[in-house]
């Protein structure tokens, strides 16, 4: 059984740091991904990596303050944070994908985690 379980957020103050991890158990995945969603808002892309080549994609609004990598020997899949913004936070989500796909989209994503709530305070 697939399984993604998320792991590191928190509550951190504007122009803090956090690092989310992302632990795949099961099998391995073309490509991972991290989304969030806010209170009231839809939910949206922020990061995914290619598992094999390692190839990495951002959203705008984090590019530059966020870094997406991951560990093949633990199976996991990191999102190092910084210079965080009230406006970061969401609830975050892990997601995985089987194959080729939109890595924009969550509906080509076919496994996800629970979450992970990201706070950051003014």
């Known amino acids: 059984q697939v399984q993604l379980v998320e792991s590191g957020g928190g509550l951190v103050q504007a122009g803090g740091s956090l690092r989310l991890s992302c632990a795949a158990s099961g099998r391995t995945f073309y490509r991972m991904g991290w989304f969030r969603q806010a209170p009231g808002k839809e939910r949206e892309f922020v990061a995914a990596i290619t ?25 996991t899949v990191y999102l190092q944070m ?23 989209l969550g509906s080509d994503y076919s496994n996800w985690g629970q979450g992970t709530q990201v706070k950051v305070s003014s």
């Open 51 to 75: 598992w094999a080549a390692g190839r990495t994609y951002y959203a705008d609004s984090v590019k530059s303050r966020f870094t997406i990598s991951r560990d093949n020997a633990k199976n």
């Open 82 to 104: 910084n210079s965080l913004k009230p406006e970061d936070t969401a609830v975050y989500y892990c997601a995985a994908m089987n194959g080729g796909g939109d890595y924009r």
